[in-house]
């Protein structure tokens, strides 16, 4: 063996321990990005069926609210015929009864009227007698 040889021979021995110590963090490298896989792949089967009940959820809640709107849409319409209903209540006897008012209020002040004048005629005619 020559000089030349023994170079070669050592300089293949530094490029074998050089890959030697290349592969370790490359093998350690495969190891996390298969783990990672596993993780991605553990991640998405415990999300689909997160997804899947919360998909349920919603339509729930969406029939949930056209029951609400439905009811509210109702109520609304409740509310309208009860309103108009107090309208022609007011009308057909709001209007009578105001007169039956003013009517019976008349009536009164002319009973106390007249209540009045004869208790004033007894006192003025009281009063003459007394003298």
Do not use: C, Y
Request: charged share 20%; aromatic share 2%; glycine share 12%.
């Amino acid at each position: 063996m020559s000089g030349g040889d023994i170079a070669g021979l050592i300089a293949a021995g530094v490029f074998a321990v050089l890959v030697a110590l290349l592969a370790i963090p490359l093998v350690k490298l495969g190891k996390v990005l298969d783990q990672t896989t596993a993780s991605i792949k553990e991640a998405t089967d415990g999300i689909t069926p997160i997804l899947d009940e919360t998909t349920e959820t919603i339509r729930s809640a969406n029939g949930q609210l056209a029951r609400v709107d439905t009811i509210t849409s109702n109520v609304a319409e409740l509310s309208g015929n009860v309103s108009a209903l107090v309208a022609l209540f007011a009308a057909s006897v709001g209007g009578p009864l105001i007169k039956l008012a003013g009517f019976s209020a008349a009536v009164r002040a002319g009973v106390v009227g007249l209540r009045g004048a004869k208790k004033a005629e007894d006192s003025v005619s009281g009063r003459r007698r007394r003298k």
